[in-house]
């Protein structure tokens, strides 16, 4: 049981280059998020999704687009990489319990490094 | 509205002693209190999380104070430990996503040192 996989670990891209970050878990979640971690200003979300083929705008979406086509992948893509794109980005996954009620952990996969030159 | 004000930024600790870590915030509609435990190069984990219907809740060395009417919450880390070393995240959260009314919302971080 891996949990929650990220691809690649780090990644240098050039400013206006595009790229996409993979999110795998194992877990059966539901529900699947990305954040991105600068410093000083802790864990912000981007986008968030709460089911196969949903996302929805989180705290920080602009510069950055999504897809869930599967239940267990949620990617997160660069179409134009700026500088300030540049941090740590996170994805976290969580679940529906037994009762119907949204589960409030969230679980971590071990982040991307990006730097946009 | 949405923010969570976490202090202090950094905090070295003796072998031994308590650390405590506090946050503020303050939407009143937040009814979940989690804080996340994060070592260098790794995601942040669990650590321990509380709901405003108690003031306190402790699992093992990690207790959590919870002051509703202060719109207040702090970890407390008893007897603190080298391998304690680490960032803490304080978070709050409001709603189920299916509503679209969801947040969670992190504090910026406490970077912890316990002294050997």
């Known amino acids: 049981n891996a949990g929650v996989t990220q691809t690649p670990k780090f990644r240098v891209l050039k400013t206006g280059q595009s790229m996409t970050l993979l999110c795998a878990q194992d877990m059966n979640h539901e529900y699947m998020y990305w954040y991105r971690q600068d410093p000083g200003m802790g864990l912000r979300l981007i986008h968030y999704s709460v089911g196969e083929g949903t996302t929805a705008k989180g705290e920080v979406p602009d510069g950055y687009n999504v897809s869930r086509l599967k239940k267990q992948n949620f990617l997160l893509g660069l179409e134009s990489a700026a500088p300030s794109q540049t941090s740590v980005y996170f994805c976290?996954?969580?679940?529906?319990?037994?009762?119907?009620?949204?589960?409030?952990?969230?679980?971590f996969g071990p982040g991307t490094r990006l730097l946009v030159l | 509205q949405q923010q969570v004000k976490q202090s202090p930024q950094s905090l070295i600790v003796q072998k031994g002693g308590i650390s405590i870590i506090n946050c503020a915030y303050e939407?009143?509609?937040?009814?979940?209190f989690p804080w996340y435990q994060q070592f260098p190069g790794k995601g942040p984990a669990l650590l321990i999380a509380i709901r405003p219907d108690v003031s306190e809740k402790k699992e093992g060395r990690f207790t959590i104070s919870f002051n509703k009417s202060a719109k207040q919450f702090s970890l407390h880390i008893m007897d603190s430990q080298p391998g304690d070393s680490a960032t803490y995240f304080c978070a709050a959260s409001t709603g189920a996503l299916i509503t679209g009314t969801y947040k969670y919302i992190f504090g910026t971080g406490t970077r912890l040192k316990v002294l050997a």
């Open positions: 939407n009143t509609a937040f009814d979940y």
């Open positions: 976290a996954s969580s679940y529906v319990g037994l009762s119907g009620g949204l589960q409030e952990t969230q679980y």
